[in-house]
């Protein structure tokens, strides 16, 4: 993102960014990105640590894998994934300093906020 001058095409400029919030913005993403934040896991070890099936985990790290956010490596049978960007916890460690400073005025937030999830959950069954 430009921080500087003014922006000739905003929207271009912004969309690779939103790309990247909208891939971050799923909790079990970010709960799989922290976990590999502490170090290399397999499917199975995340599936076991996050109580979560297989085939989420694996949808999950797909996704993270396409927007350039994590990589891996085979040994074996096995995949070991890990953060393919350092920078990526940087990020993380800003938006929870963020969190700790706004983290009652997101949650209350109307748009995106708790209310709105469980709002979006409702439209989802009911629609």
Do not use: K
């Not at 929207?11 to 290399?40: C, S």
Request: proline share 4%; with cysteine; hydrophobic share 40%.
């Amino acid at each position: 993102m430009n921080r500087g001058g003014a922006a000739t095409e905003p929207r271009a400029e912004l969309g690779a960014a939103a790309a990247l919030f909208r891939g971050l913005a799923d909790p079990t993403r970010l709960a799989i990105m922290r976990r590999l934040a502490v170090g290399q896991a397999r499917v199975v070890d995340l599936s076991t640590e996050l109580h979560l099936a297989q085939s989420t985990v694996s949808s999950h790290l797909a996704c993270l894998r396409e927007c350039g956010l994590t990589d891996s490596r085979p040994e074996g049978r096995s995949s070991w994934y890990f953060l393919a960007r350092p920078e990526l916890m940087d990020l993380l460690a800003a938006a929870e300093g963020l969190l700790a400073a706004t983290g009652e005025s997101v949650e209350l937030c109307p748009n995106y906020g708790r209310a709105a999830a469980g709002n979006e959950s409702e439209g989802l069954r009911n629609g």
